[in-house]
Nanobody, 125 residues
Framework: QLQLVESGGGLVQPGGSLRLSCAAS????????IGWFRQAPGKEREGISH????????TYADSVKGRFTISRDNAKNTAYLQMNSLKPEDTGIYYC??????????????????WGQGTQVTVSS
């Protein structure tokens, strides 16, 4: 059964860090690019980062550039999102998703065909 499962969310103080994981099962993660998205209450889902299937190309939204780092370990069938210098506005549900697209303007949710259930990230003092 094809599945993506996020983990690693939680409550963190402003300026803190979290590392999210996206574990794939039922398919080979290395055959797909991976994106991370987030959705805050009352807001649309926002694409924040993308990594190509080989891992050699990464993309970041301006809102997280310089603070977040996307990576992947295809041997472990897992992708990651390292989040540093977290801000209250980073609060939301974080999702990973897979796409066949390795390049282009690829932070659009409709380009992704399989999604995880999400993990909550709350940044608050």
């Amino acid at each position: 059964q094809l599945q993506l499962v996020e983990s690693g969310g939680g409550l963190v103080q402003p300026g803190g860090s979290l590392r999210l994981s996206c574990a794939a099962s039922g398919f080979s993660l290395g055959n797909y690019a991976i994106g991370w998205f987030r959705q805050a209450p009352g807001k649309e889902r926002e694409g924040i980062s993308h990594i190509s299937s080989s891992g050699d190309t990464t993309t970041y939204a301006d809102s997280v550039k310089g603070r977040f780092t996307i990576s992947r370990d295809n041997a472990k069938n897992t992708a990651y999102l390292q989040m540093n210098s977290l801000k209250p506005e980073d609060t939301g549900i974080y999702y990973c998703a897979r796409t066949p697209y390795n390049s282009g303007y690829i932070l659009r949710p409709y380009l992704y065909n399989s999604w995880g259930q999400g993990t909550q990230v709350t940044v608050s003092s």
